[in-house]
């Protein structure tokens, strides 16, 4: 795989004006959710740098878990209406105050899925928390309770963001330059 310097068009958002929003949101959740049972619900693998940069700036206690769903696959940009659960939770969501993280949402697609399923397990709240919101690509109509930053449409990677499931460890997040990126066989 080649140095993401190759096919970098441009930083659309630096590590330090990640850090700082992911602060603030952190202190708007704290407030939020005192004296509640929060528990962060990360949709894999996006979601993880933003999971745990999330966690360490929130004041209150709460629980983790994970889940997997099936989109697009390698190549592809676009996910379909359909999506499956390809891991579940390993914890009752039922009278928790589920709060979804996620690392962007595009057409809205895949947290739509996961929300119509956590709803019926009877949690005691449900809302979602985005780092992007990909906003003029939506198809599915979702509710974002927090969210970083809006972004205009452009493919993006890094800060768990993947291009063909790499690059997702770069410390902000950036534009491809779609002409010199090549993807993996
Ligand atoms: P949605 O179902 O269309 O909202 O797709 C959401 C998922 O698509 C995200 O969790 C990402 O994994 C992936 N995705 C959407 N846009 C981008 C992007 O610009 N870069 C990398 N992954 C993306
Ligand atoms: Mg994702």
């Not at 949402?105 to 929300?115: E, H, W």
């Not at 970083?148 to 690059?167: A, R």
Request: contains cysteine; proline residues 4%; glycine residues 8%.
């Amino acid at each position: 795989m080649n140095h993401y310097e190759t096919f970098l068009k441009e930083i659309l958002i630096d590590e330090q004006t990640l850090q700082d929003r992911i602060g603030e949101l952190g202190d708007e959740i704290s407030k939020d959710y005192e004296g509640k049972q929060l528990m962060l619900v990360c949709i894999l693998r996006g979601g993880v740098l933003f999971l745990t940069d999330l966690m360490r700036s929130l004041a209150v206690p709460h629980t983790i878990d994970f889940m997997a769903v099936s989109s697009y696959g390698a190549g592809a940009r676009k996910s379909s209406g359909q999506v499956r659960i390809t891991l579940d939770l390993q914890m009752s969501v039922e009278g928790h105050d589920v709060l979804l993280v996620e690392d962007i949402i595009d057409s809205g697609n895949t947290i739509a899925s996961v929300l119509e399923l956590l709803r019926t397990r009877n949690p005691n709240s449900l809302k979602v928390c985005t780092l992007l919101d990909k906003f003029e690509r939506r198809e599915a109509e979702v509710p974002i309770d927090y969210c970083g930053f809006k972004i205009p449409n452009k493919f993006v990677f890094g800060y768990g963001l993947d291009l063909d499931e790499y690059y997702r460890n770069l410390p902000f997040v950036g534009v491809v330059r779609p002409d010199k990126y090549i993807p993996p066989d």
